[in-house]
C-alpha cells in the first residue's frame, strides 16, 4: 500500500501569501487615494460655497455692522493651514474704506491644507472680484499627493478643480 501526501508544499503557501500581500497593498494604496481624493473635492467644494456667499454680501450690500457703509468683503487664506477668515470692510466717517469687522473663520474639513497665501475681495455693488490678473487660484493639497484648486474669475465666475494645482 502507497502512502499519499495531502497538504500544499511551503513554496506554494508563500506564493499564495504574496499574492495576497501585493493585491492587498494595491487595495489599500486605491482606497487611501481615493479618500484623498473626496477630501479634496470637499474642500474646494466648501470654498466655492464660501466665495459665492461672499459674492451675495457684495451684491445685496449686506450690514454686518449695523448702520455701516459697506465696501468689500473678503477672504484670506495662509499655505500650511487648514483655515480661511472672511471678513466685512467699511466706510469710516470719511468715507475711506479702512474700517473691518471679521465675518468668521473656517476650517477646511479632511486635513486638506491650502499650498498658498492669498486673499480676494469682492466690491460693491456688483459683487466683482478686485482682481488685476484674469484669475485667482485657491490652491489646496491633501497628504502631499492630491491636490485641487478653487478658481475665480475677473468676471465673478468661482469653480474648482481635484487634480490641478492652476486655473485653467
Do not use: H
Not at 483655515?83 to 475711506?96: A, L, P
Not at 489646496?140 to 468661482?158: E, F, M, N, Q, W
Amino acid at each position: 500500500m502507497k502512502y499519499q501526501k495531502k497538504g500544499f508544499t511551503l513554496i506554494e503557501v508563500v506564493v499564495v501569501v504574496a499574492i495576497i500581500a501585493i493585491m492587498s497593498a494595491v487595495i489599500f494604496s486605491s482606497v487611501s487615494s481615493g479618500r484623498s481624493q473626496s477630501a479634496v473635492d470637499a474642500a474646494t467644494r466648501t470654498l466655492v460655497n464660501s466665495i459665492r456667499e461672499l459674492q451675495q454680501y457684495a451684491l445685496t450690500g449686506k450690514q454686518i455692522v449695523a448702520n455701516s457703509d459697506p465696501c468689500l468683503y473678503q477672504i484670506a487664506w495662509t499655505s500650511g493651514s487648514a483655515n480661511y477668515t472672511t471678513t466685512y470692510f467699511y466706510k469710516n466717517g470719511s468715507g475711506t474704506c479702512n474700517q473691518t469687522r471679521d465675518i468668521a473663520t473656517y476650517t477646511l474639513p479632511g486635513g486638506v491644507l491650502f499650498s498658498g497665501t492669498g486673499s480676494l475681495g469682492f466690491t460693491l455693488p456688483y459683487g466683482k472680484p478686485n482682481i488685476g490678473t484674469a484669475s485667482v487660484a485657491l490652491p489646496v493639497i491633501k497628504a502631499g499627493s492630491v491636490s485641487g484648486v478653487t478658481c475665480v474669475y475677473r468676471d465673478g465666475l468661482v469653480k474648482s478643480e481635484v487634480g490641478a494645482v492652476n486655473c485653467p
